[in-house]
C-alpha cells in the first residue's frame, strides 16, 4: 500500500515521525511501486522537517526487523563512516578495523561501496582479495574465529537502494550514510562512527544512545572528514554508562609538533590503495597517514577499554606498526581466510 500522501502531510506538519509511521516510511522506501518522484519529494520533506536521533533509530529498528541478524556473546565493534565528505581519503577505518583486530578486539565492520571517493570499504577489501560475507553463518562464524568479518548486506540495498540513487541526485546523500551505519545486521555493543558534518555529531551519538549502545564515540575530523583526522581539532561525542559528554583533540595531544595536510590523507583507486595499506603495514607510507591511522585505531582501543586513553590507544596501533606486528598479523590474517 502507497503511503506517499500521509507521510508527506505528516512531515509538512513538521511533526517527528513516531514508530507507526517510520515503519510506514520504510514499506515506502522499499516498495517497488513507489516512482523517483514520490521518493524525491518525501526526501525533500523530511529533509526540510528536519531528521532527528529518535526518528533515525526508529528508522533503524525497523530495517533491523526485516534483516536477520546476528547474536555473539562479549564486546562486538563496529567502526564505520556516514560517507559523503568528497575528500576522497584513503581506506582509514578499515585499516584501523584491521590494526584493532590485531590487537585484540572483535571487530564486525559494516561497510559499503564508494559514493563519493575513488574507493569504498567493499572496492578496497575486494581489491585486497577480502571477501565481504553476506550470510549470517559465515559471518557468524569468522567472528568466533577470526575476530574480525567485514560485512556487506545486499537485503539492507534491496530496502534502500532505490532511496539511494534518489538521494543521490537530489545531493542529500547523507542521509541514507546516517541510516546505514546504524543497520549492521550483528547486534554489535559498541561503535565508533565518524561524521562528514559537526551537526551530525550529537544526533547519532544520541541515535545511539536510544538504541542501546553499551559504549560510542561519534567523531567528525577537521576539515571536514568522517574520520579523525591529524589536519586540525576532531570533535568528538563519548556515551558512556548512558551519559553523553563532548571532547576535542588534536595533534599536539597526541605529541606530535604540527597538523598535516589534507593532501597526505589522500587515496586512490582500490588498487592503489591497496599499495598503500602494504606501505603502511611496513611503515614506510607518510608519516602524516601512519599516525591518522594509529590515531582512528587508538580510538577503537579506548571505545573497547583496550587502552586507558586516546594517546594510550594511539601508541600502541605505533608500536604495532613499528614493531612489525602488523605486517605478521595481516600475513596470518590473509592464509586463515
Known amino acids: 500500500m502507497n503511503n506517499f500522501f500521509e507521510l508527506i502531510n505528516f ?3 513538521k511533526k517527528e515521525l513516531n514508530l507507526e509511521f517510520t515503519a510506514k516510511f520504510i514499506d515506502f522506501l522499499s516498495d517497488s511501486e513507489s516512482s523517483e518522484i514520490e521518493l524525491a519529494c518525501l526526501t525533500a520533506g523530511w529533509k526540510a522537517k528536519g531528521e532527528t536521533s529518535l526518528e533515525l533509530a526508529l528508522i533503524a529498528q525497523n530495517i533491523l526487523k526485516k534483516l536477520p541478524t546476528i547474536k555473539l556473546e562479549g564486546q562486538i565493534i563496529d567502526c564505520c563512516g556516514t ?11 578499515t585499516t584501523s578495523a584491521f590494526l584493532a583486530s590485531a590487537l585484540g578486539v572483535k571487530i564486525a565492520k559494516h561497510g559499503g561501496r564508494k559514493t563519493t571517493s575513488a574507493s569504498g570499504s567493499i572496492d578496497f577489501l575486494e581489491a585486497l582479495q577480502i571477501l565481504c560475507l553476506t550470510d549470517c553463518v559465515q559471518i557468524k562464524n569468522q567472528l568466533e574465529k577470526k575476530g574480525i568479518c567485514f560485512i556487506a548486506s545486499p537485503a539492507l540495498h534491496d530496502i534502500l537502494g532505490k532511496w539511494k540513487n534518489t538521494c543521490r541526485k537530489l545531493g542529500f546523500s547523507g542521509q541514507t550514510g546516517l541510516i546505514g551505519t546504524l543497520t549492521n545486521p550483528v547486534c554489535i555493543t559498541h561503535q565508533l562512527i565518524g561524521v562528514s558534518k559537526p551537526e551530525w555529531g550529537l544526533l547519532m551519538i544520541t541515535a545511539l544512545k536510544i538504541l542501546g549502545r553499551q559504549k560510542a564515540i561519534v567523531v567528525h575530523g577537521f576539515p571536514c572528514l568522517d574520520e579523525a583526522s591529524l589536519c586540525g581539532v576532531n570533535q568528538i561525542w563519548l556515551l558512556e554508562n548512558n551519559k553523553i559528554t563532548y571532547l576535542e583533540l588534536n595533534s599536539s595531544d597526541l605529541g606530535l609538533e604540527e ?31 601512519i599516525n591518522t591511522i594509529c590515531l582512528n585505531t587508538g580510538l577503537i582501543l579506548w571505545l573497547s577499554d583496550r587502552a586507558e586513553s586516546i594517546q594510550k590507544g594511539f601508541a600502541q596501533a605505533k608500536e604495532l606498526i613499528v614493531s612489525g606486528q602488523a605486517l605478521e598479523s595481516w600475513k596470518n590474517f590473509k592464509i586463515s581466510v
Open 11 to 13: 512531515l509538512k506538519e
Open 83 to 93: 560517507g559523503g565528505d568528497g575528500s576522497n581519503t584513503f581506506n582509514i577505518s
Open 259 to 289: 597538523n598535516c595536510n589534507l593532501s597526505d590523507l589522500k587515496g586512490g583507486s582500490p588498487q592503489e590503495n591497496v599499495e598503500i595499506f602494504y606501505k603502511i603495514l611496513q611503515n614506510q607510507a607518510n608519516p602524516a597517514l
